[in-house]
């Protein structure tokens, strides 16, 4: 596991095997640490973006051996575009290219210097560290040996800092990459590996260790409750389900609570309404939701926000098993809610459907549901933004701020109450589908579990398009990402000012 450490030293003095600096593509092409890099090591950088080989535009990296000039033998120059385009997303993707670059180049220590410190101190300093976090993760847990390409091991970062007031803004983008890391570990794991009993045991141990309450209720307790729609879902499998609650105070006795509600479907074959064999497997990351939720109550015991947060998350297989609900069923959630189950695969909606009554019967004044739920996302929005709607203009647009300090997009659907005809059903309160070619799936998933909020300010991110990516990305090597947990942790915050 990547280390992050600080230091003060300057970076022609530091002991490293690798050191990075940043270049620009416009005018003021190097910051002063790079300028005072150049001009010890007789114009390496300058010399070589003027042979043309290097433009200083993100996604570019050169590695330039600096033996003698500097205790660093290897130079990682990162490029980093032009200043005005130059955020904190930036930022993130210019230290994972630059740590992945290091790692391949067989660098255990990396340095590197603040780049992009002319968006804050701050700002730099933590995108950085997490970037390098973000960028080296890989999911090996079931990887004993490598085919060909020997594996090369994590490069523990240096990150010189002018002032030592500026480690406080490391630890807390440490906390964030480090609940992401969890998030992508946990959405990562096969269906046979992580159960919803074993999930249970992993969620229990995060909580005991960042000191968080914790209750996971079993089949039995979720009868007692009437959560007819989550034992619906569970009916086809083996397996029993079951629903944790994480819970953070704050210590103020009046604080509000913010319920964080995220789908945790193990594994989705569709239930009887099957999918195709086409990239089922895939289907293991229809628990990121839950994902996301465990790993951002983790975070948000260490940010310690002046609201109280639970984190919810119902926990199950759908699988098409012989007690498996069938198309046609009619099944009762908590708050009385009578559902006819008209796809099984439009499962999420509806073991989301009894967490989130379970969040309002605990008296929450916001609720936030994170899901894999609809493929119609990907059709919206694509792999580039998650999507966001609600019931409440100051709580969608607290998520899609956390989202922006948090390198995450959130992209705002329309709620508008006609769509609700859209899953009305014949015999029972609601539908879990629209009939075929209504379109709007994303929306129509989305306000079906917005029934289910009661008097709670509500908000839903469908993340069904970011949670996964097929091919290494500029902050993902491969599978799980991660998406929304950093936007959830720092969602509490953003609340508590408010109030
Ligand atoms: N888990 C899926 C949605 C999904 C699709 C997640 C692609 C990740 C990638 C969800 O349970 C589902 O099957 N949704 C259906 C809803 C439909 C039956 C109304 C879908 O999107 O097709
Ligand atoms: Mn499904
Ligand atoms: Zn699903």
């Known amino acids: 596991m990547t280390e992050i450490r600080t230091t003060l030293s300057n970076p022609l003095e530091v002991e490293a095997d690798a050191l990075v600096v940043a270049v620009y593509q416009d005018a003021e092409r190097l910051d002063a640490s790079a300028r ?83 968006l804050g101190d701050d700002l730099a300093a933590g995108a950085i560290v997490e970037g390098t976090l973000l960028g080296l993760d890989r999911f090996l847990t079931y990887k004993g040996r490598d085919q060909g390409e020997p594996r090369r091991p994590d490069p523990e970062l240096f990150l010189l800092l002018a002032e030592p007031a500026r480690e406080a803004a490391v630890r807390r983008a440490e906390v964030l990459a480090r609940a992401t890391l969890l998030a992508r570990q946990l959405s990562n794991e096969p ?77 989705d074959s569709g239930g009887i309404s099957l999918k195709p064999a086409a990239g089922m497997h895939e289907m293991k990351m229809d628990k990121s939701g ?14 310690r926000p002046a609201v109280d947060v639970i984190g919810v998350a119902p926990v199950t297989e759908n699988m098409p098993g012989g007690g498996a609900q069938r198309p046609g069923d009619v099944v009762r959630a908590m708050n009385g809610t009578t559902i006819e189950v008209l796809n099984t695969d439009a499962e999420g909606r509806l073991v989301l459907a009894d967490a989130v009554a379970y969040a309002a019967r605990e008296g929450a004044r916001w609720i936030v549901t994170v899901a894999t739920l609809t493929g119609a996302v990907v059709t ?97 090597e491969s599978g799980a ?15 508590a000012a408010l109030l």
């Not at 994902?291 to 260490?302: E, G, H, P, R, Y």
């Not at 922006?404 to 508008?416: D, F, I, N, T």
């Open 380 to 476: 919206a929005l694509g792999h580039e933004a998650a999507a966001v709607l609600g019931n409440d203009r100051r709580l969608i647009e607290a998520v899609i701020e956390a989202g922006q300090s948090a390198g995450e997009r959130y992209w705002e659907l329309p709620a508008w109450p006609e769509y609700r005809r859209l899953y009305r059903s014949e015999v029972a309160d609601l539908a879990n589908v629209a009939p075929r070619d209504a379109g709007a799936g994303t929306i129509v998933g989305g306000l079906f579990v917005g029934e289910f909020v009661g008097e709670a300010a509500w908000a839903h991110l469908d993340v069904a398009g970011t949670a996964w990516v097929e091919k290494p990305t500029a902050l993902t």
């Open 290 to 303: 839950a994902a996301d939720v465990v790993a951002a109550m983790q975070a948000i015991a260490a940010l």
């Open 481 to 495: 990402t991660g998406f929304a947990t950093r936007t959830l942790a720092l969602l509490p915050e953003r609340l």
């Open 36 to 118: 005072a890099v150049d001009e010890a090591t007789g114009g390496l950088i300058s010399g070589w973006l003027a042979s043309g080989r290097m433009r200083g535009s993100l996604e570019e990296t050169a590695l330039l051996p600096a033996a003698g000039a500097l205790r660093a033998p290897l130079l990682i120059v990162t490029g980093l575009g032009g200043h005005a385009e130059v955020d904190g997303q930036a930022l993130r993707r210019a230290a994972a290219r630059a740590a992945r670059a290091a790692r391949q180049a067989g660098a255990l220590r990396l340095a590197s210097t603040l780049y992009g410190a002319f």
């Open 191 to 267: 269906a046979n590996q992580l159960p919803p009993r074993r999930m249970a045991e992993r969620a229990q141990a995060v909580a005991a260790e960042a000191g968080l309450e914790f209750l996971a209720l079993d089949e039995r307790e979720m009868e007692r409750l009437g959560m007819g729609a989550l034992l619906g879902v569970n009916r086809g499998s083996h397996e029993p389900p079951r629903l944790l609650v994480l819970r953070y105070r704050c210590g103020r006795p009046d604080a509000p609570l913010l319920a964080l509600v995220g789908k945790g479907i193990v594994f």
